[in-house]
């Protein structure tokens, strides 16, 4: 539980090759944002699939004849998910202190900086 009372909130990323977990960690939910969770994961699924001609190629530009959609970014599920890969493969779900999934309604929001003026 947080000092408020609210259970903690965490990141869980899990890699898989095939139904095997190959990495398992948690994190604090306030270290990373949702874009960097993605950004992690694609580094993870790069490092753990990948040649770099296949990396170059999920960054060029789209449609080109390099192009290819290797480390695109799936955000689905009732809870936050977010996954990428196809084997290995990386998942990403917003996780409470028993590591079960919340939904994306009760994650708290970060409350905007007062306005200056």
């Known amino acids: 539980m947080s000092a408020k009372g609210d259970p903690k909130r965490y990141w869980r990323i899990t890699g898989y090759r095939g139904h095997a977990s190959i990495f398992d960690t948690r994190l ?3 270290l990373l ?5 993605g950004d992690l994961l694609k580094c ?3 490092k753990a699939a990948l ?21 695109k970014i799936v955000r689905n599920g009732r809870t936050l998910q977010l996954t ?7 998942v990403a ?3 409470d202190d028993s590591d079960q999934g919340i939904s994306p309604t009760h994650v708290p929001r970060r409350k905007a900086p007062p306005k200056r003026g």
């Open 84 to 90: 990428c890969g196809k084997n290995p493969y990386f």
């Open 28 to 30: 604090s939910l306030g």
């Open 33 to 37: 944002s949702e874009g960097q969770v």
């Open 44 to 46: 993870l699924t790069a």
């Open 51 to 71: 040649n770099y001609e296949e990396i170059v190629g999920a960054y060029v530009r789209r449609g080109t004849a390099r192009a290819n959609s290797l480390l």
């Open 93 to 95: 779900t917003i996780v």
